[in-house]
């Protein structure tokens, strides 16, 4: 997505190096500010989630399918899950700062999401495993 926003011209790329290591490192253009500002201002639209999963889900024939389903979503999510914790710890690190709660907020709705995701994925796991 990045790279698309460069081409662009809504962000700026730079190659720095830390260490031996190359990273690509992207700021926001003065373009790019004003059409954040414009879609940040403007009314949060109705959304219609696109979940691959959950159609699959819909279209598995048995059970064997199913677990197999959950067991690849399962591994994603506490992946994902793991990603938010490591993103929340370098957070709370961070001084006190005026947005600090605010971004923390934000974090902890998708990683209360994932929670309960990752226990449904694992009782489903568990109930049908056997069948």
Request: with cysteine; glycine share 6%; hydrophobic share 35%.
């Amino acid at each position: 997505m990045l790279k698309v926003l460069a081409q662009e011209g809504k962000v700026l790329s730079e190659i720095v190096f830390v260490g031996k290591k190359k990273k690509e490192v992207f700021s926001i253009t003065e373009t790019g500010r004003m059409e954040f500002k414009a879609w940040f201002d403007s009314p949060t639209s109705d959304e219609t989630p696109r979940n691959e999963f959950l159609l699959k889900l819909f279209f598995v024939t048995s059970r064997k399918e199913m677990v197999q389903l959950f067991q690849e979503r399962l591994e994603k999510a506490q992946k994902t899950y793991e990603e938010y914790k490591k993103i929340e710890s370098r957070l709370e690190g961070l001084g006190d700062y005026p947005q600090k709660a605010i971004r923390l907020t934000s974090l902890r709705y998708g990683m209360t999401q994932l929670t309960s995701e990752i226990t449904w994925l694992i009782e489903g796991i568990l109930e049908h495993a056997h069948c």
